[in-house]
């Protein structure tokens, strides 16, 4: 192996440097007392749903379990044609701290997840509002950890990373590959640190904010035409002055988005563009080379093997394909095991960039002309607007 082939080689040991950023766990939300009610205001806990009969009693269920009171669930019922409605108002039956709302027809404009989100708050009577997704499970301090939190940072928004829950073989050699690029993009620190819209994001996972905040913010209705709504009212906060803290929260929530393969592309497809360029709305010069970043990021980590694959072919043997697929190998069974996935799908790598890379194009593609989502589609005109 020459000197030159070493040093190709050693490229793909600069991933390791980010490494440590991954996989740090700063700040946490654990590290804020519990706050268990006692004479506190009422929170309303509002989580929007269309079609999620799944997931919506698994949801109701860990948010009863919390140990925070006064408590009220509101589900917003958004015109879902499974047994969402029917799953809900039985448990509703069984805790009147639940409450079920018929959504209206998505007006003109919205988007279906905030004008959910904006319905829920209309009917809600809590003081501390949390906007969480129906595909989460709480555990029972994690409202109590985040009012504490709310009410000791001073910040406008609080959101939080859950773990990601990926069980099939798809979400395993896919997801890691979003959220190394989200990990290292929207690190909390970094979140947290910001002085500039570009830096900002909020997880619509879990988003907690006062009813006075919210309202002065201008509430959905200011997000409604932003697919990403979570990363637009984290913009809108910063826009007005306000504070977003971001935390981990692994331990105190998770979450599955996506349970097949189709869900996925799906789902990614309708946020990956779309939200890159949203983040990048200040940015014009840069937002035009989002779709490029996608490509190069792909390139970099397909080389290797194509690499071992062509020396191979050619009857070459090449130590330094070896040893750059190898780092290659080792980075993402490191970052798997991070995300509670066996290390030997980092074995797998490539086929997960393949399925980053196809999302990525398909997302840029469609979200130009139009954004598909859970049995609608949306032209250009609601994006425009402001999920």
Request: with cysteine.
């Amino acid at each position: 192996m020459t000197a030159v082939d070493l040093l190709l080689a050693a490229l793909w040991l600069g991933p390791f440097f980010l490494l440590r950023r991954l996989h740090d766990r700063s700040p946490s939300l654990a590290d804020f007392p519990v706050d268990h009610g006692d004479g506190a205001p009422t929170v309303s806990v509002i989580i929007p749903a269309r079609n999620e009969e799944a997931t919506i009693r698994t949801v109701l269920e860990s948010v009863l379990a919390s140990r925070y009171s006064p408590l009220e669930i509101i589900v917003v019922d958004d015109c879902s044609t499974d047994g969402t409605a029917r799953l809900v108002e039985a448990v509703a039956g069984a805790d009147p701290r639940v409450r079920l709302v018929a959504g209206a027809d998505l007006p003109s404009g919205w988007y279906g997840k905030p004008w959910a989100c904006h319905q829920g708050y209309q009917a809600a009577s809590g003081s501390i509002l949390l906007f969480t997704d129906a595909d989460t499970k709480h555990r029972p301090n994690v409202i109590g950890h985040a009012v504490s939190a709310l009410n000791t940072v001073g910040a406008e928004l609080v959101t939080v990373a859950p773990h990601q829950v990926c069980q099939s073989f798809w979400e395993r050699v896919i997801m890691p590959q979003v959220w190394a690029l989200l990990g290292v993009r929207f690190h909390p620190r970094t979140v947290n640190a910001a002085s500039s819209s570009r830096s900002m994001i909020a997880n619509g996972q879990f988003i907690m904010m006062t009813r006075e905040g919210y309202e002065r913010l201008g509430t959905h209705q200011r997000v409604k035409g932003a697919v990403a709504e979570d990363l637009a009212l984290a913009q809108a906060v910063r826009d007005d002055g306000g504070r977003v803290f971001f935390a981990f929260a692994t331990d105190l929530i998770e979450t599955r988005m996506y349970r097949s393969l189709g869900q996925l592309i799906e789902g990614w497809s309708k946020n990956l563009y779309l939200g890159g360029r949203q983040s990048l709305r200040d940015h014009p010069v840069l937002a035009v080379f989002l779709p490029l970043s996608f490509l190069l990021v792909g390139a970099f980590w397909l080389a290797p093997p194509l690499w071992l694959a062509t020396s191979a072919v050619l009857g070459q043997a090449s130590p330094a394909a070896a040893l750059a697929t190898g780092l290659a190998v080792v980075f993402w069974s490191w970052l798997s095991h991070g995300m509670r996935i066996p290390r030997w799908y980092g074995l797998l790598y490539p086929v997960g960039v393949f399925g980053l890379m196809y999302i990525a194009a398909r997302s840029t593609i469609r979200g130009s002309r139009r954004v598909e989502w859970r049995g609608r589609t949306y032209g250009t005109s609601a994006r425009h607007g402001g999920k």
